[in-house]
């Protein structure tokens, strides 16, 4: 073999064992229940497990088997069936879906299909499929929802069914801020083959200097937000914020109850006192800007993220994670499944950034208080229904992946975003503040 083909047939094993990896997942979290759960639905936030199963074939069929390897439909009568943007996820089980034989049928029938083509396709013929992409988006996408599967397992009523080892233990102390130095950085992406249109392109940002706490809020700092009346208080909250709150009835966590004097949580179905060191998870974005303002401070901005995320202020350059450029590993950060619950504060030394931020990467998703926009230069690839239509919408964006993320679906440079009051979603978050120029 050519050193081109060599890395051509690396690239091919390399892809098939993704695909490999994510419908290992899928499988684990669909043949955890029966039938009837898999058909249920558990919240009208959720769509039921058999439909995620069955859109993660039919996305793969359109994209590897139709349009990538040019095969005749499997099963075109369905693609309406399972078009995300054809039914909200609350009208998703009075459709006519295919029962969960037929779809385990239907996913494994793609998936010959799909490795068939990825056999066979030349991988530099089109961008499309430059480097693995077409196949990269649809791990991704199996990835996703298997993370949106985890989600409705924890909104799923009943005995656990889901087994993991807990996270790792505290190694390290983490307190207090990060000071990040004002001046230009890199943020978003050109060279990760996998990275989506609304990471790219790489353009420089010029942030100021300001402060960012070294890990994210643990329950034991929101639960003395709670016991302060936070909830209560109008003050720290924004207006639309408090309004949700007072018609939504927030005033814990979602998963939280009350516990003698303390709190306890529901973790796919299990139920233990709230361990005070783990990030908090479940809270809407207006919990985390409430809390903030509570702590006399405010959440990091999409770029302030990024830069504590990314920035070597011994380079200058921008790293693909906290870390530096390797893919994660179990000793980098809490993502992929591997554990049921955000691993505590302290946990991860490995993966500080160079400024000394940890747990950026895995535990919970951090929001920021940015809405979703094209980077300057944005281009729709593939496709608009990606992004672009979500671009100016009623959202908030969530930064580095969750305990349930996998690593291919978690860059330096991924964006996710949510409407700020869920909180089904695995949501944490840190928080930021202004620094002067004499704390320079
Ligand atoms: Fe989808």
Not at 185 to 199: C, H, K, P, S, V
Not at 313 to 335: E, I, K
Not at 370 to 379: A, E, I, N, R
Request: glycine share 8%.
């Amino acid at each position: 073999m050519t050193q081109d083909s060599e890395h051509r047939h690396d690239m091919r094993l390399t892809t098939a064992a993704q695909l490999e990896r994510a419908r290992a997942r899928t499988t684990v979290l669909t043949d955890a229940v029966d039938d009837a759960d898999l058909i249920r639905q558990h919240s009208p936030l959720m769509s039921p497990l058999v439909w995620d199963l069955a859109h993660v074939g039919n996305q793969e069929e359109l994209w590897l088997v139709r349009d990538v390897g040019g095969r005749e439909p499997l099963r075109q009568d369905i693609d309406k069936l399972y078009d995300a943007f054809r039914h909200p996820r609350r009208d998703r089980p009075a459709l006519p879906l295919l029962g969960p034989a037929e779809a385990r049928a239907y996913v494994h029938e793609v998936r010959d299909k799909a490795l068939d083509v990825l056999d066979r396709v030349r991988l530099d013929e089109r961008r499309l499929v430059a480097d693995g992409f077409a196949f990269g988006m649809i791990v991704q996408h199996e990835q996703q929802h298997d993370e949106t599967m985890l989600a409705t397992h924890q909104l799923r009523n009943g005995p656990a069914v889901l087994h993991a080892p807990a996270p790792p233990q505290t190694r390290v102390p983490v307190t207090g801020e990060v000071l990040v130095p004002g001046g230009p950085f890199t943020m978003g992406t050109d060279t990760e083959a996998w990275a989506l249109d609304n990471e790219r392109p790489a353009h420089t940002v010029d942030v100021a200097a300001f402060a960012i706490d070294a890990a994210p809020v643990t329950n034991s700092r929101y639960a003395e937000f709670i016991a302060d009346g936070g909830y209560d208080d109008p003050r720290w909250w924004s207006e639309r914020g408090w309004t949700h709150r007072q018609k939504a009835g927030l005033d814990a966590p979602l998963h939280w109850h009350r516990d003698g004097d303390g709190w306890a949580y529901t973790r796919f179905g299990r139920t233990e006192p709230v361990i005070g060191d783990e990030p908090v998870v479940h809270v809407c974005f207006f919990e985390a800007q409430a809390y903030a303002a509570w702590a006399g401070k405010r959440l990091p901005t999409e770029a302030e993220w990024e830069k504590a995320a990314r920035f070597d202020p011994a380079t200058g350059r921008s790293r693909r994670y906290p870390w530096g450029d390797d893919d994660p590993t179990p000793r980098h950060a809490n993502l992929g499944q591997r554990h049921l619950a955000p691993a505590p504060v302290g946990a991860y030394p490995d993966g500080a950034s160079p400024l000394g931020v940890h747990q950026l990467i895995g535990d919970v998703w951090e929001w920021v208080d940015s809405g979703f926009h094209g980077y300057p230069g944005f281009t729709v690839f593939p496709y608009a229904e990606y992004s672009q239509v979500f671009f100016g919408g009623d959202y908030r964006m969530l930064r580095g992946g969750s305990f349930g993320t996998d690593a291919a679906a978690c860059r330096g440079t991924f964006r996710n975003w949510d409407h700020p009051i869920r909180r089904q979603i695995f949501s944490g978050f840190r928080c930021a503040r202004d620094v002067t120029p004499d704390a320079l």
